[in-house]
Structures are given as structure tokens and as C-alpha cells.
């Protein structure tokens, strides 16, 4: 199957960035979409960012357009999150998650086959 692993994140404070790197392993070749969803503390998980992995077309939702960035390195199946501008509201654990299914912008979390462990990301002065 499929392995996601996030790494990147940590303790930053308010207007610094972070990048966050999702590496992919195992039957790689079985992924068209890959995004990064995020859940702050009691709260649900949503979509950040996705990208199809074939044309590098990403979708961003509203409130971090301008801010984030997501690509792809498919040689090294891996992709990226990168994050400008953090604020407190930006806290929550950041999930890489990847879908056998084409299109774009994919923003439910059934629609997602694979998932990564989370990490942790921290915008606290």
C-alpha cells in the first residue's frame, strides 16, 4: 500500500514560516491527489491544501491563499507545505493525506485513502 510520513513541524512564533515535507513510500504509482489537512484542538479535521500529483494544479482554501504553498517532487514522491505569515490560528496538528482518485481540489476527508501520523504545529508567542 501506501505510507505517508509529515515532518517539519514545530514552535514558531506569530509571522515566521514554516515547511512542512510529506514523503510518500510503498505503491506510489496508485496516487492521482495528495493535500494537507490540519486539525487544531477540539476541533475537526479540514483541508488545507491539495495538489494533483500529475499536473502540479493546487487548490488552496480561502483563508490561507497568498500564505501557503503546496508542490510536489514527484521523483522523490514527496510533497510540501510551505507556510508563510503563521498565525495562532494556524495551530493544529497538519496531516499529509493522499487519494487514488483524480481532480482537483478534493476537500473531504473520505475521499482520501491514506494518511500520515500528523505533526505538530505550534504559532504562539
Known amino acids: 500500500q501506501v505510507q505517508l510520513v509529515e515532518s517539519g513541524g514545530g514552535l514558531v512564533q506569530p509571522g515566521n514560516s514554516l515547511r512542512l515535507s510529506c514523503a510518500a513510500s510503498g505503491r506510489t504509482g496508485n496516487i492521482f491527489n495528495m493535500g494537507w489537512f490540519r486539525q487544531p484542538q477540539g476541533q475537526e479535521r479540514h483541508l488545507v491544501a491539495s495538489i494533483a500529483m500529475g499536473s502540479g494544479t493546487p487548490y488552496y482554501i480561502n483563508s490561507v491563499k497568498g500564505r501557503f504553498t503546496i508542490s510536489r517532487d514527484k521523483k522523490n514522491n514527496t510533497i510540501y507545505l510551505q507556510m508563510n505569515k503563521l498565525t495562532p490560528e494556524d495551530t493544529a496538528v497538519y496531516y499529509c493525506?493522499?487519494?487514488?482518485?483524480?481532480?482537483?481540489?478534493?476537500?473531504?476527508?473520505?475521499?482520501?485513502?491514506?494518511w500520515g501520523p500528523g505533526t505538530q504545529v505550534s504559532v504562539s508567542s
Open positions: 493525506a493522499a487519494a487514488r482518485r483524480g481532480g482537483l481540489g478534493l476537500a473531504a476527508t473520505t475521499e482520501y485513502d491514506f
